[in-house]
């Protein structure tokens, strides 16, 4: 869990925010931002910069729902 990147996206403007357990422990809960995934970010950056074109977009777009 320590290496985990926890990702929200802000419910009125879309953005995008990734944090820390420490972090996100502040934000869990408020319902400005959604909680979207949790993810090891070694392993979805690796994902992300062997994937190409359609594949990358889809990695990220299951990243974010």
């Not at 879309?14 to 909680?35: C, M, Q, Y």
């Amino acid at each position: 869990m320590r290496d985990s990147a926890f990702i929200y996206v802000h419910a009125f403007n879309g953005l995008i925010r990734v944090e820390s357990i420490d972090t996100a422990k502040h934000i869990d809960g408020n319902p400005e931002w959604k909680h979207v995934s949790t993810v090891n970010p070694h392993v979805i950056l690796e994902q992300i910069l062997r994937a190409k074109g359609k594949e990358r977009n889809l990695i990220i777009k299951h990243i974010l729902t």
